[in-house]
């Protein structure tokens, strides 16, 4: 099934910003960004719905919220030169059968991608991305989301790793044997544990991306421990609690942990957790404010997106989906924010943490 051409009006600025009822200026400066999102999880639906990434779908029977906020064609039409593309673990099956199902899911959504070779080249390097955006392609970087996919032993670690994957969220909304989970229902305050700190180093030796959402504050503090301080650390999906106070949220001491490291804080557009109605969804200014936060803290440098779009979020109702991404760009030249930062923010900056880690 090909992904259709790219329409019109995202190669007319002036059309798409009165589309979206934004000035021009800001449409081209979009345009002119490398676009990248931390944590797409539209995957998770291909795996239980059978959600076909590669056709344009609508709004869904939730008009947005929860699910059906990005595919391929309205990744394209969106101009998102890049994302990182998530397979979440199940944590109900037995360690062994996560191992083999977690093979299966990277086998699978790679095939996906390399289905649409025309406009979709899986990546996992700058180089690589670079060279695909020059080849007019998205840049689809593989990740996992719950490393107990692979808590059975190295030989399981390594066999994620050989995956292709530059990033593991170590641990998601359960408590493992990598450790506890941020929710205070799962674990609350359980930290890192033995075999979490071992899998850190693992991940480190292999330079892939050690990704702290979700982790518990405890745990979070635990791997900086282990953590090869020279490589740049990952938050791919959080909200800042310097704005919302929040179990999900990540505070300014662990904010400049990440960035002492070189490392990025991907800003999540889940409204419950940016502090606006969770059912009703709330505002794209809402996540402005959270990397606007981030920027006052510790530079522009240390901010990007993280979206988690189709990860059951409900969005801000004036951005419900990847085709209206400009307005956060609208938003932040109302604020102020310098071209340059706007760029960092929109990709610049994971950009600058994945040369570091693996060039």
């Known amino acids: 099934m090909a992904v259709a051409a790219t329409p019109n009006h995202v190669r007319d600025p ?16 979009y345009q002119g960004c490398d676009v990248l999102d931390l944590h797409v999880d539209s995957f998770i639906w291909t795996r239980t719905l059978g959600y076909d990434l590669r ?14 906020q990005v595919d391929f064609p309205r990744a394209l039409e969106a101009g998102l030169t890049g994302a990182l593309w998530s397979i979440t673990t199940n944590p109900y099956r037995g360690a062994g059968s996560r191992a083999r199902t977690f093979a299966r899911n990277a086998a699978r959504l790679r095939s996906i991608f390399e289905s649409e070779d025309e406009r979709f080249a899986i990546v996992s390097d700058a180089a690589g991305y670079r060279a695909a955006r020059d080849a007019g392609k998205h840049g689809a970087f593989l990740v996992v989301q719950g490393g107990n996919a692979a808590d059975v032993d190295d030989a399981a670690i390594d066999a994620l790793i050989d995956a292709g994957v530059i990033a593991v969220t170590l641990v998601h909304l359960s408590t493992s044997r990598l450790g506890g989970t941020s929710s205070p229902i799962r674990g609350g305050e359980v930290g890192l544990r033995d075999f979490g700190r071992h899998y850190v180093e693992r991940l480190n030796a292999a330079r892939v991306f050690v990704d702290l959402a979700h982790i518990s504050e405890r745990g979070f503090h635990e791997a900086l421990e282990v953590h090869d301080s020279s490589q740049p650390l990952l938050v791919s999906h959080t909200g800042m609690s310097g704005v919302h106070p929040l179990w999900r949220n990540i505070d300014d001491r662990q904010l400049r942990a990440v960035a002492d490291t070189g490392g990025v804080a991907g800003v999540i557009f889940h409204s419950g957790y940016l502090g606006d109605p969770y059912w009703t969804g709330g505002k794209a200014a809402t996540i402005v404010d959270h990397l606007e936060h981030i920027v006052r803290k510790v530079g522009a440098e240390h901010a990007a997106l993280g979206s988690d779009w189709d990860g059951m979020i409900i969005t801000p109702r004036d951005m419900p989906t990847c085709l209206e991404l400009p307005r956060l760009v609208q938003l932040m030249l109302e604020r102020g924010f310098a071209h340059d930062d706007i760029r960092k ?15």
Do not use: C
């Open 345 to 359: 923010v929109m990709g610049g900056s994971f950009l600058r943490a994945l040369e570091a880690l693996r060039g």
């Open 55 to 68: 056709k344009r779908h609508g709004s869904g029977i939730f008009n947005g919220r929860f699910y059906s």
């Open 14 to 29: 002036g059309d798409w910003a009165a589309e979206l009822g934004i000035s021009r200026e800001a449409v081209e400066l």
